[in-house]
Protein backbone atom coordinates (compact mmCIF):
# COMPACT_ATOMS: atom_id res chain seq x y z
CA UNK A 1 0.00 0.00 0.00
CA UNK A 2 1.59 3.01 -1.12
CA UNK A 3 1.41 6.26 1.69
CA UNK A 4 2.82 9.47 1.49
CA UNK A 5 2.78 11.21 4.99
CA UNK A 6 3.54 14.98 5.10
CA UNK A 7 4.94 16.44 8.42
CA UNK A 8 6.12 19.57 9.87
CA UNK A 9 3.17 21.97 8.96
CA UNK A 10 2.06 24.35 12.32
CA UNK A 11 1.43 28.22 13.37
CA UNK A 12 3.85 30.70 12.19
CA UNK A 13 4.03 34.43 12.18
CA UNK A 14 3.80 36.20 9.07
CA UNK A 15 7.57 36.41 8.05
CA UNK A 16 8.25 33.25 9.49
CA UNK A 17 9.36 29.71 8.30
CA UNK A 18 8.30 26.67 8.03
CA UNK A 19 9.95 23.22 6.30
CA UNK A 20 7.29 20.56 5.22
CA UNK A 21 8.66 16.84 4.35
CA UNK A 22 6.49 14.21 2.90
CA UNK A 23 7.64 10.78 3.55
CA UNK A 24 6.54 8.20 0.59
CA UNK A 25 6.30 4.43 1.84
CA UNK A 26 4.92 1.32 0.01
CA UNK A 27 6.59 2.33 -3.57
CA UNK A 28 9.85 3.92 -4.43
CA UNK A 29 9.50 7.79 -5.82
CA UNK A 30 12.64 8.00 -7.12
CA UNK A 31 12.18 8.13 -11.13
CA UNK A 32 8.87 10.06 -10.78
CA UNK A 33 7.67 13.43 -10.35
CA UNK A 34 6.37 14.67 -6.87
CA UNK A 35 4.65 17.65 -5.91
CA UNK A 36 3.19 20.19 -2.99
CA UNK A 37 -0.69 21.54 -3.49
CA UNK A 38 -2.22 23.19 -0.50
CA UNK A 39 -6.22 23.79 -0.19
CA UNK A 40 -7.54 26.76 2.03
CA UNK A 41 -11.05 26.77 3.60
CA UNK A 42 -13.76 27.66 1.00
CA UNK A 43 -10.68 27.37 -2.06
CA UNK A 44 -9.60 24.70 -4.64
CA UNK A 45 -6.68 22.68 -4.48
CA UNK A 46 -3.90 24.68 -5.86
CA UNK A 47 -0.67 23.67 -7.42
CA UNK A 48 2.10 25.01 -5.35
CA UNK A 49 5.63 23.51 -6.55
CA UNK A 50 6.78 20.37 -8.41
CA UNK A 51 9.81 18.57 -8.75
CA UNK A 52 11.30 15.86 -11.41
CA UNK A 53 12.43 12.63 -10.57
CA UNK A 54 15.99 13.86 -10.84
CA UNK A 55 15.74 17.21 -9.26
CA UNK A 56 17.01 19.38 -12.27
CA UNK A 57 13.75 21.13 -13.03
CA UNK A 58 11.49 22.42 -10.42
CA UNK A 59 8.62 24.75 -11.29
CA UNK A 60 6.58 27.02 -8.98
CA UNK A 61 3.10 28.89 -8.21
CA UNK A 62 3.45 32.45 -9.06
CA UNK A 63 2.21 33.51 -5.67
CA UNK A 64 5.38 31.35 -4.11
CA UNK A 65 8.26 31.98 -6.02
CA UNK A 66 11.22 33.11 -4.35
CA UNK A 67 9.74 32.29 -1.38
CA UNK A 68 9.49 28.75 -1.13
CA UNK A 69 11.54 25.58 -2.73
CA UNK A 70 10.83 22.38 -3.51
CA UNK A 71 13.64 19.50 -3.31
CA UNK A 72 14.13 15.69 -2.47
CA UNK A 73 16.27 12.93 -1.12
CA UNK A 74 15.92 10.13 -3.56
CA UNK A 75 17.62 7.59 -1.28
CA UNK A 76 15.03 8.51 1.29
CA UNK A 77 12.10 8.42 -1.11
CA UNK A 78 11.04 11.85 0.96
CA UNK A 79 10.16 15.15 -1.14
CA UNK A 80 10.91 18.39 1.01
CA UNK A 81 9.00 22.17 0.81
CA UNK A 82 11.01 25.03 2.38
CA UNK A 83 8.78 28.14 3.13
CA UNK A 84 10.27 31.33 4.01
CA UNK A 85 8.45 34.82 4.41
CA UNK A 86 5.49 33.39 4.74
CA UNK A 87 2.51 35.00 4.39
CA UNK A 88 -1.22 34.89 5.84
CA UNK A 89 -2.56 33.88 2.48
CA UNK A 90 0.07 31.30 2.81
CA UNK A 91 -2.52 29.40 5.25
CA UNK A 92 -3.55 26.25 4.13
CA UNK A 93 -3.50 22.69 4.36
CA UNK A 94 -0.70 21.29 2.56
CA UNK A 95 -0.87 17.94 0.47
CA UNK A 96 2.10 16.29 -1.19
CA UNK A 97 1.27 14.36 -4.56
CA UNK A 98 3.18 11.79 -6.39
CA UNK A 99 2.94 10.56 -9.69
CA UNK A 100 3.92 6.99 -11.72
CA UNK A 101 4.85 9.18 -15.08
CA UNK A 102 8.78 9.20 -15.15
CA UNK A 103 8.96 12.27 -17.14
CA UNK A 104 8.94 16.00 -16.24
CA UNK A 105 6.39 17.23 -13.67
CA UNK A 106 3.43 18.62 -13.76
CA UNK A 107 1.13 21.57 -12.49
CA UNK A 108 -2.69 19.90 -13.03
CA UNK A 109 -4.18 17.81 -9.67
CA UNK A 110 -5.09 14.99 -12.79
CA UNK A 111 -1.41 14.45 -13.61
CA UNK A 112 -0.66 12.80 -9.90
CA UNK A 113 -1.95 9.60 -8.61
CA UNK A 114 -0.97 9.36 -5.07
CA UNK A 115 -1.81 11.54 -2.27
CA UNK A 116 -1.22 12.35 1.39
CA UNK A 117 -4.04 13.41 4.25
CA UNK A 118 -2.19 17.28 4.44
CA UNK A 119 -0.63 19.25 6.78
CA UNK A 120 -2.11 22.48 8.36
CA UNK A 121 0.14 25.46 7.97
CA UNK A 122 -1.68 28.85 9.69
CA UNK A 123 0.23 32.01 9.06
CA UNK A 124 -0.77 34.57 11.60
CA UNK A 125 -0.42 38.09 11.05
Known amino acids: QVQLVESGGGLVQTGGSLRLSCAASGRTFSRNAMAWFRQAPGKEREFVAAISWSAISTGYADSVKGRFTISRDNAKNTVYLQMNSLKPEDTAVYYC??????????????????WGQGTQVTVSS
Open 97 to 114: AGTMTTSGWFRARGSYDY
